[in-house]
Structure formats: C-alpha cells, structure tokens
C-alpha cells in the first residue's frame, strides 16, 4: 500500500477551506470520520453513529493533487480513520508557511503506526512537516456506513452566492437554532426551497415564531432531474 501526492497552495486551500464544516460534525467522534483516496476521487464522510447528521465530501482527485501515485490491493483505493480537525489544523499550518507554494503529502508508517505525513517544498524560510494519525481501515467490511448519501432526485436547484451563503445564511442558521435549543423548546429549524426562487427558514411553536427569507434568487431547473408534473416537467410549487 502506497499513497504520495504533491500539491499546489491554491489546492491546499481548496481543501483546508473544505474540511472544518465536517470536524465540527466529527468532533469527539473523530472515530467516525473515514476518509478514502481512489484514482478518481477524494471522499471524506462522517457518520456518527448516534447522531442524526452525518457529512460527506468528494472531490475529484485532480482537483487536490496536481501529482499523485497510489497503489494498493484493493483496486487501487486506500480507507483511512482520522479526525478531520486534525488534517484541517496540519493544512492551515502549511498554508502560512512563508515562501511555500507547494506542499507533498504521503502515507508513512512511524514506530509502526500509520501516518498520513504533510510537509512543505520549495524556497521557504523554515519547512513546516505534520504527522496526522491515521487507521486503515478495509475496503469491504469498514465502508459500510461512509457511502454517499442516497438522496432523491431535485425537481429544482435555487442558486444561493456564495457571498450570500457565508455572510447571510449561516448567522441566520444559527439565530435560528439557538431559539429552538432555548429552554423549554423543542422545535426543530424547518426548510423550505420554493421553486419561484425562494429559501424559507423558521422555527414555530406555541408562544413564539420566527421565520427568516431569502428571495428573488436564481432557479435551475435544467440542473436537476425532471419529475412531478407532466411530460417530465418539475412542479413550479414549493420543493
């Protein structure tokens, strides 16, 4: 079994921007976060158990490693049990590294343990190498519960920016479930994707109700799959 990569800052950075939305779903379960390197994709999933959210990433191999090689028994794939925060930790560590545009990433055994090890390349005034421990896990037997998600076939996509997804959806995802974790409630964030263009979310129950909107945002009906109404045609009604 063998896995060495190198990879471009740009690259580092796509990935370090990646990773920390599932160590927070990981945290104090990194037990439960596998990641799996094949020829074609990186995948990163995170499947606790006992909670109710899970997440999965995949990300085409290319589009992380400008240069790789991997090789195993196992159709050429490679399954890891790591804790995410510690990979995103290693990946900030090397991006402010001063004069490093390039960092190599390797599968390493240390004093017999497995390692995935990070270290700089080029011209930098210190190099920057990080050790983050790893398990390997089996393809066939440990997979099982880090598949993708099965979802159901999107009669519409609304388009949120990206600007709109940091600085506006997250605060009022969050506002939103701090009332509904507030003494003496139990009611759950609801959800609504309408297909004239619309996001809905709320929290209702007795006493109090709040609802946040984000409107006249742009719908994709092309990119999704076709179903509802007739001919194939999406239904234009609330997704």
Known sequence: MRFRAKCSKAQLSLLSSLLPSLS?????????????????LLSVATCPPSAQLSGYLSLPMRSVF???????????????EFDPSHLA???????????????????????????????????????????VPVKIMRLGSDLA???PPALGA?????????????????PA??????????????????????AAGEVHLSVEQDGFAAKCYFDELEVDFEG????????GEPDRDAV
């Not at 999107?154 to 997250?170: D, I, T």
């Not at 507030?182 to 609504?192: C, D, E, I, T």
Request: a neutral charge; glycine letters at 10%; aromatic letters at 2%.
């Open 24 to 40: 927070h779903l990981s945290r104090d379960r990194a037990e439960t976060s596998a990641l799996l390197l094949s020829p074609a």
């Open 66 to 80: 400008a240069d790789f090689r991997l090789d195993s028994r196992e159709g050429d794939a490679i399954l890891l």
């Open 89 to 131: 930790s290693a990946l900030r560590s090397l991006l402010s590294a001063a004069g490093a545009e390039h960092a190599q990433v390797k599968l390493q055994k240390k004093g017999g343990a497995p390692y995935l090890v990070l270290e700089t390349l080029g011209a930098c005034a210190a190099s920057v190498a990080h050790d």
């Open 145 to 147: 519960g880090f598949e």
């Open 154 to 170: 999107a009669l519409v996509a609304v388009l949120l920016p990206a600007a709109a997804a940091g600085s506006l959806l997250r």
């Open 173 to 194: 995802v969050e506002r939103l479930r701090l009332l509904a974790q507030a003494p003496g409630s139990s009611a759950p964030v609801r959800l609504a994707l309408l």
């Open 224 to 231: 999704a799959a076709c179903g509802g109404g007739e001919g």
